[in-house]
């Protein structure tokens, strides 16, 4: 799974960019506060068999759903949850309480629950995972677009990273070119934002899962190059 919010070119995504996506092997895409930038996306998301998620909680009547269940390769039932924070973030409704309301709701055989929670400051997301740890699989982190050190499996079997990093050119600021970027931060004057290029690290979790009681057995993470 990948969380493919910024897919067209750092700002938001198409329908053509995420069946590209899910045509090179991705099974199911997230996605964050960045998916409503490309107004073409939101009848996508509204078709019922759309593999792409928006967070959970974002009000009924928005486009597109934050929870759905997949099938995994070898047969296991997967819960994908996506849920958005709300410090420093747009209005949206408690990610917590909408988790209980999810996970209440799911059929009780899925064993196997994965959250992306799209949050801005470490503590939100800290918080979510102690929060569903025992609950859910895994809750990993995104939106911020630098890894974080701090992949484990907590007490009750949930395995956490903060934030996964991104996949882009990291030799930018948070994907984008640098010189702007320092430009508006020295003189406090806005900037146009464009998506740097050049070498591409892929930064991931890998979660090894016991299947029969849904489980984390490890969680760990996972950085790869290439020069673009």
């Known amino acids: 799974m990948a969380n493919g919010e910024n897919a067209a070119g750092g700002f ?8 590209e996506l899910l045509n090179l092997g991705i099974d199911i895409l997230t996605s964050g506060n960045h998916i409503w930038d490309k107004r073409e996306i939101y009848d996508y998301l509204a ?15 928005c486009p597109g759903r934050g929870m759905k269940v ?18 420093y973030m747009p209005s949206t409704e408690c990610p917590f309480r909408k988790a209980d309301a999810l996970l209440a709701e799911l059929d009780q055989s899925v064993r196997v629950k994965f959250v ?4 801005e400051v470490t503590s939100e997301k800290v918080a979510m995972g102690w929060y569903l740890d025992g609950r859910v699989t895994a809750v990993v982190g995104t939106h911020t677009h630098i890894p ?3 992949a484990r499996v907590l007490p009750n079997g949930t395995a956490y990273q903060t934030d996964c ?3 882009g050119p990291y030799d930018s600021v948070i994907g984008v070119e640098r010189d702007p970027v320092i430009r508006k931060f020295i003189t406090s004057m806005p900037a146009r934002m464009q998506a740097a290029k050049g070498r591409v690290e892929l930064n991931a979790v890998i979660v ?6 849904g489980r984390a ?12």
Do not use: K
Not at 12 to 19: Q, V
Not at 71 to 79: L, P
Not at 208 to 213: E, L, T
Not at 217 to 228: D, E, F, L
């Open 70 to 87: 997949v099938t995994a390769r070898n047969g296991m039932r997967v819960a994908v949850i996506n849920l958005q924070g709300r410090t």
């Open 217 to 228: 057995r490890s969680i760990r993470r996972y950085v790869t190059t290439h020069q673009g």
């Open 165 to 167: 990093g991104m996949t």
């Open 116 to 119: 992306d929670f799209h949050a």
């Open 148 to 150: 974080t050190a701090d």
């Open 208 to 213: 090894n899962i016991d299947d029969a009681s």
């Open 47 to 61: 078709n019922p068999h759309s593999l792409l998620l928006r967070p959970a909680n974002y009000p009924a009547d």
């Open 12 to 19: 938001g995504i198409t329908p053509n960019i995420a069946d």
